[in-house]
């Protein structure tokens, strides 16, 4: 399951014990829109190993701008609360599953 994340429960949402994966992006964003089939899918795969999150960039700037987010799609790497790498662009699943992986 993928989680929407917002400005209000982030704080909440990154203290997981669990890497994260999160996901920002645009509803007007055409490769954001690719991207999100990828997203679920993984969302499915590492259920409880891992939690999956996305990110409205115009519903969440607080979020975009505390990581600096350029370009959309961003995925972000975070475990233990600070982002530990990224992913810039539409990629595929197998570039996510690895960079996930190396936090598991």
Same mark, same amino acid.
């Given at each position: 399951?993928?989680?929407?994340?917002?400005?209000?429960?982030?704080?909440?949402?990154?203290?997981?014990?669990?890497?994260?994966?999160?996901?920002?992006?645009?509803?007007?964003?055409?490769?954001?829109?690719?991207?999100? *089939?990828? @997203?679920?899918? %993984?969302?499915?795969?590492?259920?409880?190993?891992?939690? =999956? !999150?996305? /990110?409205?960039?115009?519903?969440?700037?607080?979020?975009?701008?505390?990581?600096?987010?350029?370009?959309? *799609?961003? @995925?972000?790497? %975070?475990?233990?609360?600070?982002?530990?790498?990224?992913? =810039? !662009?539409? /990629?595929?699943?197998?570039?996510?599953?690895?960079?996930?992986?190396?936090?598991?």
């Amino acid at each position: 399951m993928v989680v929407e994340v917002k400005d209000d429960n982030f704080a909440e949402f990154r203290q997981s014990n669990l890497p994260i994966l999160l996901d920002i992006g645009a509803t007007w964003c055409g490769p954001c829109k690719a991207l999100a *089939p990828i @997203v679920e899918e %993984i969302a499915a795969e590492y259920e409880g190993r891992a939690v =999956v !999150g996305k /990110v409205d960039v115009d519903e969440a700037p607080g979020i975009a701008s505390e990581f600096r987010v350029r370009n959309v *799609p961003t @995925v972000l790497f %975070i475990k233990n609360g600070a982002a530990v790498d990224k992913s =810039v !662009g539409l /990629v595929a699943k197998a570039t996510l599953t690895e960079k996930l992986n190396a936090l598991l």
